[in-house]
């Protein structure tokens, strides 16, 4: 479906001529099966070269998007229409020049039209990426371990991978790999399971990671096993906090061991509230409510402490630099001095 679809596109930009092009009333009756060969390919590449451009220039002129182009690729009239409506609507006009050839990627990529429909009401922000962008973050994908199904599946669940620039998802793989030390293959594992971590902060990545690593004693294998990046650091430390305190959590000592069995990670972070509450934590959702009222308290005094002594830190190195500039006035002055004795 997505060739046939490309195909009937790329066949409309090289065979369309609009019949408002004019050629020269000079080549319309113009005759040439009397004269030598060589003279009539002369003339005919000169017919040639001038249609050409004036259909450059007709084209620069003239809009190329319509509700019919939407069509001939195979969309539904409603879809057309609200694709074209969408394309109009933006802003600066860029998306309009490119709408088509970005649309030909994700057909070749073997989405069908209402799929690619569906990926662009969830993610408009895809009619402004170029087409040579498009093909760029798929082929980053694809060399990350993407392989033909979940790639489409991944695209289909967050189009929104492909608005992130190649660099930026460098960046998260690469510390993925290095701060994290997940293999190549676990890192393609988070990306298919858990995309939106290439819009993450970087630190947060960081502090959860570490949060879970060294606070749970959990290891990278069972990170990626129960898609830890697919939930907030909040829920993550609520859940695990509840659990310690009720005596059900420890966190394991140097060599790993701890005095109780901690359930797994997959049991606190994969079941829904009711279920944790009542089989994991095995208590009552009034103590579950009372519990996060109050840790929600705590933390928000923690990060009030936390900007106090920032601030204060702040204030102590501006009061030292001042300090070491007196001195070093001090200094140059008493050497001044010395210096006229």
């Not at 182009?69 to 057309?80: K, R, V």
């Not at 394309?87 to 209402?114: C, E, Y």
């Not at 994908?141 to 033909?148: C, N, P």
């Not at 579950?288 to 402490?305: G, I, N, P, T």
Request: aromatic letters at 10%; hydrophobic letters at 35%; proline letters at 4%.
């Amino acid at each position: 479906m997505g060739t046939r679809v490309v195909l009937q596109v790329l066949r409309q930009k090289l065979n369309y001529v609009p019949s408002y092009t004019s050629i020269p009333v000079q080549f319309k009756t113009f005759k040439t099966s009397n004269l030598p060969l060589s003279l009539s390919c002369r003339l005919l590449c000169s017919v040639s070269d001038q249609t050409s451009s004036l259909l450059q220039h007709n084209k620069r002129n003239s809009p190329q998007l319509s509700l019919r182009s939407f069509l001939d690729m195979g969309f539904t009239e409603y879809q057309a229409e609200q694709l074209y409506d969408s394309v109009s609507r933006m802003k600066g006009g860029n998306a309009a020049k490119h709408v088509l050839s970005t649309l030909s990627v994700l057909f070749v990529l073997g989405l069908n039209p209402t799929t690619v429909h569906k990926l662009l009401d969830k993610c408009p922000e895809l009619y402004k990426v170029k087409e040579m962008q498009l093909q760029q973050r798929i082929s980053q994908l694809r060399h990350l371990g993407f392989v033909e199904g979940s790639l489409q599946r991944t695209v289909s669940h967050y189009p929104k991978i492909l608005t992130v620039p190649v660099k930026s998802v460098k960046s998260v793989v690469q510390f993925l790999r290095e701060k994290c030390l997940f293999t190549t293959q676990q890192v393609a594992e988070i990306l298919r399971d858990s995309p939106a971590v290439v819009l993450q902060d970087l630190d947060q990545l960081e502090y959860k990671f570490q949060y879970v690593y060294f606070r749970m004693g959990v290891k990278q294998a069972e990170m990626v096993k129960c898609r830890l990046f697919r939930f907030s650091l909040d829920d993550v430390r609520c859940r695990h906090t509840f659990l310690e305190r009720r005596g059900l959590y420890q966190t394991p000592d140097k060599k790993g061991q701890t005095t109780l069995i901690n359930p797994k990670l997959d049991r606190i972070l994969n079941v829904d509230e009711g279920t944790f509450i009542a089989d994991v934590a095995q208590a009552s959702p009034e103590e579950y409510d009372v519990f996060q009222k109050l840790l929600a308290r705590e933390w928000k005094e923690e990060d009030f402490e936390y900007g106090s002594i920032e601030s204060y830190s702040d204030d102590e190195e501006e009061e030292e630099e001042e300090d070491e500039e007196e001195e070093d006035s001090r200094g140059k002055n008493g050497y001044n001095k010395k210096k006229k004795q």
